[in-house]
Antibody, heavy 119, light 110 residues
Framework: EVHLVESGGALVQAGGALRLSCAAS????????MAWVRQAPGKGLEWVGR??????????DYAASVKGRFIISRDDSKNSLFLQMNSLRTEDTAVYFC??????????WGQGALVTVSS | QSALTQPPSASGSPGQSVTIACTGT?????????VSWYQQHPGKAPQLLIY???ERPSGVPDRFSGSKSGNTASLTVSGLQAEDEADYYC??????????FGTGTRVTVL
């Protein structure tokens, strides 16, 4: 069974930085593209970005709203996904979900990590 | 990239059907056969319901079906049950390795 567990959520001041982690188990992590999707309180889902596999040179893509501020990385040896968030803004306040991406769909989701950015 | 447009709410009585529209553009919904739908109960993570416009993952009841015409995709829930009360989101591949989600629809079972 696929299991994704996010950690690292916290309260941070605007302009600050935070790193989220996602521990994966129950599947061949290194074979999967991985993504982050966020959800602001009471709002809808927003795709944040994704990272491909080693075969695809670990390329990354980002939503325009976070490009240049957020960095997605992974450590296949530790079955872990990361989201480095810099220059945080109040509008980045959200629950961040770690997600498997498989052929243009998001198959499995973690329970989410809450990031709160205060002004 | 603008969010795909969904109605804020939809409702139906048990046993009835409800259809949710998801409207995009020729750059996303209309341009690719990569529309998927997700169900989210309050306080829970979303779950995949439909992928590739109309395909159901194993374990998803056949009461859930998807379709697409032009720039609009649709999710139909037939034979509504109490546990179908949830938020529903569409998403589409939008080219240049990006994705766009819908605004979300809250389904209420009357």
């Amino acid at each position: 069974e696929v299991h994704l567990v996010e950690s690292g959520g916290a309260l941070v001041q605007a302009g600050g930085a935070l790193r989220l982690s996602c521990a994966a188990s129950g599947f061949s992590f290194s074979d999967y593209y991985m993504a982050w999707v966020r959800q602001a309180p009471g709002k809808g889902l927003e795709w944040v970005g994704r990272i491909t596999t080693r075969t695809h040179i670990y390329s990354t893509d980002y939503a325009a709203s976070v490009k240049g501020r957020f960095i997605i990385s992974r450590d296949d040896s530790k079955n872990s996904l990361f989201l480095q968030m810099n220059s945080l803004r109040t509008e980045d306040t959200a629950v961040y979900f770690c997600v498997t991406e498989f052929y243009y769909r998001f198959d499995s989701w973690g329970q989410g990590a809450l990031v709160t950015v205060s002004s | 990239q603008s969010a795909l447009t969904q109605p804020p709410s939809a409702s139906g009585s048990p046993g009835q059907s409800v259809t949710i529209a998801c409207t995009g553009t020729s750059s996303d919904v209309g341009g690719y056969e990569y529309v998927s739908w997700y169900q989210q109960h309050p306080g829970k993570a979303p779950q995949l319901l439909i992928y590739d416009v109309s395909e159901r993952p194993s374990g998803v009841p056949d009461r859930f079906s998807g379709s697409k015409s032009g720039n609009t995709a649709s999710l139909t829930v037939s034979g509504l049950q109490a546990e179908d009360e949830a938020d529903y989101y569409c998403t589409s591949y939008a080219g240049t390795k990006h994705y766009v989600f819908g605004t979300g629809t809250r389904v209420t079972v009357l």
